[in-house]
């Protein structure tokens, strides 16, 4: 490949299965990388803009659910980047209109093998580079001021970063949000978690916080609210509400909402009622109310997050350590990626076989997450513990009779214990700079990420303190 970067590819089909199909297609194929992946219409629109793929493949099953055939095209015509289109034969009569449209390069009959799918989408996006190739290197050229000011604005990824109390999560998410900032991505870290442990780590009071934004939400506010850390090696913060009672309200008058909504709808259709059948339409609506956890105010917050003026190209969530609150549904369900952090025991082995199975769906109706978004991230580990092989093994033995296979997510990166760690924290210094092993661990995740980003960049710039004086170097 030499200095080729690889071809971003978003999936976009009618069911998990297909979906996986293509997915493991592009990730046999090196020259490839996976964007994102949507399942459903509703999923489609959330996270396509903000992946900003090269190419889009769509199954155009997909748009059944529009009805009408001109909504169908108006629909693939307006989609942003290149597009290749798998058309079952059942649309087969709109294929001249959907080859017409210029964002279309390819149409390809169902069925279709995902490799051949995908051999295509690399031919196009190669195609779309070597065409844009002049006004990438302008662009490039005048963002070089732009990423040394203050980080380069690209394509939005949210990072949900979840475990259980004790494995190091908000480490990783701080970690992780740092080494972002430090490679001139503009990032945000956004704790979720009632105390905020990202405001301990990094030695911030309490407030301001978030819950300022939920009483006067607009994005004035919402800008006022976010925390620039003294040093500038650490990206933005937004902390959550320091007052559990304040957040627990949030939660329940979303839930409360939504409950008033479903009983609304309900009960219009049952012009006589009785106080039984009050009830009944109260029980249903609680269960509807919960099922359409996804949506209220805390989501809300992370859809003004990717509004604000000056856009964030990453934004990293601190979740709190359980699934079952609005404080994780909601936030998740703009997340393009969730990594789960894990030590490497039996105990985290079922713990993230849990989570597995409920952001997928198979436990929780709330969730929908394609697997393609789910990562592992081993933590603490040592000399004798369980190794990824056998964690993953186990994680997908448990899977197994939930998900209908033995599937894990894959593991993006192991950081060696070290005691280095929290000593940094106790000193408010970033362990990035004091421990190897936790640098080298959130430097894989970030290339990941944004592989083609980094691979292009001059070294990092990072400041050092001789005393009073504040020096900046590159690394």
Do not use: C
């Amino acid at each position: 490949m030499g200095n080729q970067p690889r071809i971003r590819i978003f999936v976009a089909a009618a069911g998990q299965e297909t979906v996986n199909d293509l997915y493991r297609a592009i990730l046999n194929d090196s020259r490839l990388m996976a964007a994102g992946a949507a399942a459903t219409m509703d999923a489609l629109p959330t996270t396509l803009p903000y992946a900003n793929p090269d190419v889009l493949i769509l199954d155009a099953e997909l748009l059944v659910g529009l009805g009408n055939p001109k909504k169908m095209v108006e629909y693939v015509g307006n989609l942003p980047g290149a597009v290749v289109l798998l058309l079952p034969a059942n649309l087969d009569a709109l294929r001249g209109q959907f080859v017409a449209l210029p964002n279309v390069h390819e149409v390809l009959q169902k069925p279709v093998s995902p490799s051949e799918a995908v051999a295509r989408a690399y031919q196009v996006g190669i195609s779309a580079q070597v065409a844009t190739s002049a006004q990438a290197a302008r662009a490039a050229a005048s963002a070089e001021g732009t990423a040394q000011a203050g980080g380069a604005a690209l394509p939005g990824l949210v990072v949900a970063v979840f475990g259980k109390g004790g494995t190091g999560k908000t480490t990783i998410a701080v970690g992780l949000a740092t080494t972002f900032h430090r490679h001139g991505i503009r990032t945000l870290l956004v704790g979720l978690d009632v105390p905020d442990a990202v405001g301990i780590q990094l030695g911030l009071s309490p407030s301001p916080n978030m819950l300022e934004w939920f009483r006067n939400p607009s994005l004035e506010t919402l800008e006022s609210l976010i925390r620039q850390p003294k040093s500038p090696d650490l990206p933005d913060v937004l902390l959550s509400p320091n007052d559990a009672v304040a957040a627990a309200a949030i939660a329940n008058a979303d839930f409360v909402e939504r409950l008033r909504e479903a009983v609304r709808e309900t009960a219009a259709t049952l012009p006589n009622l009785t106080p039984a059948s009050v009830a009944d339409v109260a029980a249903d609506g609680a269960q509807q109310a919960m099922a359409a956890g996804g949506t209220g105010r805390i989501v809300a917050l992370i859809d003004a997050i990717r509004r604000l003026p000056r856009p964030y190209a990453a934004v990293v969530l601190d979740l709190p350590p359980t699934l079952a609150n609005d404080w994780a549904v909601q936030p998740i369900r703009r997340a393009n990626a969730v990594i789960l952090v894990a030590e490497p025991s039996y105990t985290d082995q079922v713990n993230v076989a849990h989570a597995v199975q409920v952001l997928t769906g198979a436990v929780d109706a709330r969730y929908r997450l394609s697997r393609s978004s789910l990562y592992i991230v081993l933590n603490r580990v040592q000399e004798g513990d369980l190794d990824g092989r056998a964690m993953q093994e186990g994680i997908a033995t448990l899977n197994e009779q939930t998900l209908g296979e033995a599937w894990a997510p894959p593991i993006l990166a192991v950081v060696p214990a070290s005691p280095a760690v929290r000593k940094a924290q106790m000193e408010f210094r970033s362990p990035l700079d004091t421990d190897p092993g936790m640098r080298s661990a959130m430097e894989a995740i970030a290339r990941y990420f944004f592989g083609d980003v980094i691979a292009e960049q001059k070294p990092a710039r990072r400041y050092i303190r001789i005393g009073p004086i504040r020096l900046g170097v590159r690394r």
